[in-house]
């Protein structure tokens, strides 16, 4: 026997790791690329190295970059008055998918949960707080799940922030109870923004 | 604007030609890679890379392998006289994994289909025929899909080994109507094999 199935089947365990893929289609998912390895499974591999070499958390506002400090951070053309409360990246890209707010990020890294003693400290809380003085915020937009989770986290954020002088909304109309931002359609997730509500 | 995004949205897009992940759970395995990007994200585009460069169809069965013949071909343990007939390399697995054969296969790397133009030139039949004569050969046993395509193509090579001194049989108890291999328990295909009829 040589080793080369052992290879194979490392992979796949490795594939079956992500999430939605389970041991069967990690399987597949192997075969095709096997079968499509110069095309496919090359690039893949070599995307997949750089990314891992590269990628970190902005030190700011915890958005996905290659660099210290992340390209929305460091766009001049974004509004500075204004950050955007999200959970994790997934949410942050979701709203730029919407392409209707201007301002700045903060993600939280998830929301406070008791149950998961997930304190403030756990999340980027302390962060946003320095944030909202240092950088002169005007508004904080709470851009959380309609969870219970997500809104005792936006509860929690915006007791933190009375009398700080910041003026906190949050999305409104349009997210559905119990909805989780990543799964709204671009349109919804602009009609929310444009009649965001003083929380 | 850096170029960091651009390359996450490549490995994005890399990652959604991937059967059973979309646009969507491409995203969402990405950020999972990206956040555990030294456990799993950096050892899984090694083991990509490994395979892409090793990975080849074995010469004489067309299973996967990284050597020119691949590890059933050449395992002396294996019984020499039958041939497992099957439609691709996951269903070999799926026969792997039911522990009963102990011969060896032969992947036609599809079906017959008039629709599609896939003649058996365009599978691995002509080489099937020649093993038969050069291997001495003694039972075909054909492990293809219940599926019209699948059964279109048992009989037309049931009909080509015609007087060869061969018995051609295949898996009959426990395959549904409309069944894969691939999607079988492995007691079933077990079941199926014991019970295998001539053709
Ligand atoms: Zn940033
Ligand atoms: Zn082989």
Redesign the pocket.
Known sequence: MTGGRDEIEALIALMARLPGLGPRSARRAVLHLISKRTQLMGPLAEAMAGVARTARE??????I?TAP??????DPKRATGEICVIEDVADLWAMERGHAFKG??HVLGGTLSALDAIGPEDLRIPDLLERVAAEGISEVILALNATVEGQTTAHYIAEALEGRGVTVTSLAQGVPIGGELDYLDDGTIQAALRARKAF
Do not use: D, L, P, Q
């Open positions: 902005c030190a700011r506002c915890g958005n970059s400090i992340c390209e929305i951070c460091e700045r990020y």
